[in-house]
């Protein structure tokens, strides 16, 4: 059983930076890939970032590469998201999400049905 909570969601001017913080419990052992999802209203669940347990691999959408950055804090099971250059479009709901993850693979997971546990979400409003 893993559990995540989400924090640092706000209201902020287009331009503008947030960090998200998720900060995760792990209850059985083994190693959990993180990821962040958004819900904008009447849209789907998208993939934003996701990040391996030892960072060694982490994933982007288009629509963030450049301008989001994923990081992990092990000691804290903490991982962030750093978003700047915000725009309208980023307005949504943001979801951390844990997958459970073999130290064996070069990739990250990103796609939602990939994802086992699930916080509750962050509200980020980005005015114009």
């Known amino acids: 059983e893993v559990q995540l909570v989400e924090s640092g969601g706000g209201l902020v001017q287009a331009g503008g930076s947030l960090r998200l913080s998720c900060e995760f419990s792990?209850?059985?052992?083994?190693?959990?890939?993180i990821g962040w999802f958004r819900q904008a209203p009447g849209k789907g669940r998208e993939g934003v970032s996701s990040?391996?347990?030892?960072?060694?691999?982490?994933w982007y959408a288009e629509s963030v590469k450049g301008r989001f950055t994923i990081s992990s804090d092990n000691a804290k099971n903490t991982v962030y998201l750093q978003m700047n250059s915000l725009k309208p479009e980023d307005t949504a709901v943001y979801y951390c999400?844990?997958?459970?993850?073999?130290?064996?693979?070069?990739?990250?997971?990103?796609?939602?049905?990939?994802?086992?546990?699930w916080g509750q979400g962050t509200q980020v409003t980005v005015s114009s």
């Open positions: 999400a844990a997958a459970v993850y073999s130290s064996s693979w070069s990739w990250v997971p990103s796609r939602e049905y990939e994802y086992d546990y």
């Open positions: 990040v391996s347990p030892s960072d060694t691999s982490t």
């Open positions: 792990r209850w059985s052992f083994g190693d959990y890939a």
